[in-house]
C-alpha cells in the first residue's frame, strides 16, 4: 500500500494528486531540481516510487530538498506547520478533505513529538521525517487519495 507519507513525499512520487495543473508543474519542478541538485538517478527516484523508503544517499539529500523546498523541513527540523500547509494544498476541494486534514494534523502531531527535537544532519533528518509521516499515515488509515 502507498502511503501518503503526509504530504511530503507526495510532492516527490505523487505529483499527479497535486489540485490543479499549476500545483502539479510546481511539485514536477520542484521533484527535478532536487533531483539534479542531489545527483540523483531516475534508479534512485523508481527506488523511492516502488519501494516506499530512503535507502540511497541521493534518495536521503533528493528528499531533504524535497521537505525543505516545500518548509516540510526547516533548519534541519520537522516542521509540524510545513507539513500541513502542504496537505492543506494538497487536499483543497477534494472530498472528505476536512475529515483527512484532521488525520494529518494529527500525524503531523505525533511526528511533531518523535522527531520535533530531534538533531541530525539534513539528509539524516530527511530520513527520520520520511520514517516517522509514513509510520503514522499508516498507523492512522492515511492513504494516497489516488490508489
Known sequence: MKVLVVLAACVLVCSAAAVDDAEREKAK???QQCKQEAGATDADVSELKDKDELTSPAAKKMMACVFTKNKIMQNN???KEGSM????KLMAGRPGS???LKIAEQIA???NKEIGSVEASGDEM?????D????????????????
Do not use: D, M, Y
Open 29 to 31: 519542478q520542484i521533484k
Open 77 to 79: 527540523k520537522f516542521s
Open 85 to 88: 500547509e502542504v496537505a492543506r
Open 98 to 100: 476536512e475529515a483527512k
Open 109 to 111: 502531531e505525533n511526528c
Open 126 to 130: 530527511a530520513k527520520l521525517i520520511f
Open 132 to 147: 516517522c509521516l509514513k509510520k503514522q499515515a499508516k498507523e492512522n488509515g492515511f492513504t494516497s487519495p489516488h490508489v
